[in-house]
């Protein structure tokens, strides 16, 4: 029930020797919200870590057996992102600093405080929440590197359209200033544009590169791409909005677009920005059978067809938004 009505609560396990000190955690902590397990030595706690979940390990330091940083050592090497607050007794603080390299992340001297003992678990829980976001992060730049590093291999398929990613994915986020959007959405917008053309690594070369214009039937099998950009990107369970994204950034606002002919609203906020910047970039570049257009020309062409193909306020936007770094 408690499921429903809020979060999780944090889950600890307490390892004291000491029955009437176990218990005495035990229910004070419990009283403050917690879920406690409770163990009554290091190898019962090891135990339980080796089948278990849990947010904190709180330990004893002087048990008979395995000894409180014993057990920290061991516990680090099992669930190195579970932080360890170690209990000592008064005179054990240069141990208890040495316990800090052995992979506790705090100590608390006895006799303990119970009521400041929250602040010790919250301190250490809220800690290893940063660091793991810290870790995520850097996951998450890992992971861009490496889509961009695809998307670059796509794009130099064609010498045509060599930087076609990183450009489009410039001019993106240059309507996304414009338009307000938050920092989560350009983030978003970002990942998206970068990869909205990984699909055409699924077009034969012969089309994708053709040095002329191509048949309906070649078009046909060009339009696949957005549809296989969305499957290969949405593998990755983190990006399937993304995927979303990529897979519509050919539909138009009319709804004669392609893959699903999704119609105005329907059609994700993201795939319209892409889309616009996708067909300013495509206008404005040099292809082997005709030269690019001046910008000014392809203004003209995305508000001729603006309600048709692209969201007029988001044309206007864009329009304005590049007129005014020309000017400056
Ligand atoms: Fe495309």
Known sequence: MSQLSGPRPFRLLVVDDMEAMRLALEDSLRFQGYEVVSAASGEEALEFLRSQRF???LTDQAMPGLSGIELAEATARIHPDVPIVLLTG?????LAKASLQRGASDFVTKPVNIRELPIVIERNLTRRKLEVARLKEREAQVLFEAIKALASAV???DPYTARHSM???????LLADAMGLSSDEKYFLELSAWMHDVGKIGVPDHILIKPSRLTPEEFEIMKIHPVKGGEIVGQIEELTRVADVIRHHHERLDGRGYPDGLRGEAIPLLSRVIFIADTFEAMTTDRSYRRGLTREHAFAELRDNAG???EPELVELFVSKIE????A
């Open 167 to 173: 450009r489009v994915t410039r001019l993106s986020m």
């Open 55 to 57: 947010d904190l390990l």
């Open 324 to 327: 005014s770094l020309q000017d």
């Open 308 to 310: 048709s193909q692209f």
């Open 90 to 94: 008064n005179t054990d603080v240069e």
């Open 155 to 157: 794009d130099a398929k």
